[in-house]
Each structure stands twice: as structure tokens, then as C-alpha cells.
């Protein structure tokens, strides 16, 4: 069985906002770039003097995943993530993610497939499973 891990799509400016951690690394608001894999969303920070440069988080953490569209403002994504082992949180903690450019409604369906196809895969995508995502949302 290989596993193959793709990045499928990505967005810049995107905004990210934590609630319910108190670390340093949690506070203030985080502007990036945001990528979408075949098994994980991964957050790099653009401010390179901020503690917080990069945030990820494989499907199977993530809960309560919800798209909302604003009347007044970019459109944006919220979630909780179950911490990981080695993960430098404890719990869980709430994100809210905001694209300020657009692109939200398509990287909200393509992670929901996604995260489904991981689901039903145990986990782990063969390469058939894999090309059948990326060809879903190209």
C-alpha cells in the first residue's frame, strides 16, 4: 500500500484566529497562506516575526467544521482541532478562517471531500483515491 500526500489546492491572504488556547502562540490574528492536502490543512504564517509560523491539522482532529457567508465580510470557515500528540497544545482549540481574497466556498467543498475520502480510507489514500480527489476539484 503507498500513500501518497498532495498539496490540492491553496489560498493566500487568508486570515486565522484562534479561541480557547492562552499561549503566547495562540494570541493575536495570523495572516498567510493556506494549503489543503489529501490528509491535513496547513496554515504558514507570513509574518516571519511572529512565535506562530505554521499551524496544521490532519482531518481526523478536526470537528464541527462549518462555512459561513457573512452579508458584511470575506466569507470563512470555523473549526474545532483535538490537539495532537507533540502538538505544543493541550484539548482543543477553536479556529476561525477568513479569505480575505475569495476562494472560500471552493477550499470549504474540497476539504469536506476530502476529509470523506480520507474517512472512508482508513486514514490513508492509495494513489487511485488520491487522483480521484485532485481531479474532483480541479
Known amino acids: 500500500l503507498i500513500i501518497f500526500r498532495r498539496i490540492l489546492l491553496f489560498s493566500d491572504n487568508v486570515v486565522l484566529d484562534f479561541a480557547g488556547q492562552d499561549g ?30 505554521s499551524f496544521s491539522s490532519p482531518f481526523i482532529s478536526m470537528s464541527d467544521v462549518e462555512l459561513e457567508q457573512p452579508v458584511f465580510g470575506a466569507n470563512f470557515i470555523r473549526a474545532k482541532i483535538r490537539a495532537q500528540p507533540n502538538g505544543n497544545f493541550t484539548g482543543e482549540t477553536k479556529i476561525k478562517l477568513a479569505f480575505k481574497s475569495g476562494g472560500c466556498i471552493d477550499f470549504g467543498q474540497a476539504l469536506l471531500r476530502a476529509a470523506s475520502m480520507a474517512q472512508r480510507n482508513g486514514g490513508g489514500m492509495v494513489r487511485r483515491v488520491s487522483d480521484e480527489i485532485f481531479s474532483l476539484i480541479v
Open 24 to 53: 503566547a502562540l495562540f494570541k493575536g490574528t495570523k495572516q498567510g497562506r493556506i494549503y489543503l492536502t489529501t490528509h491535513r490543512v496547513i496554515f504558514n504564517n507570513k509574518n516571519a516575526k511572529d512565535a506562530l509560523q
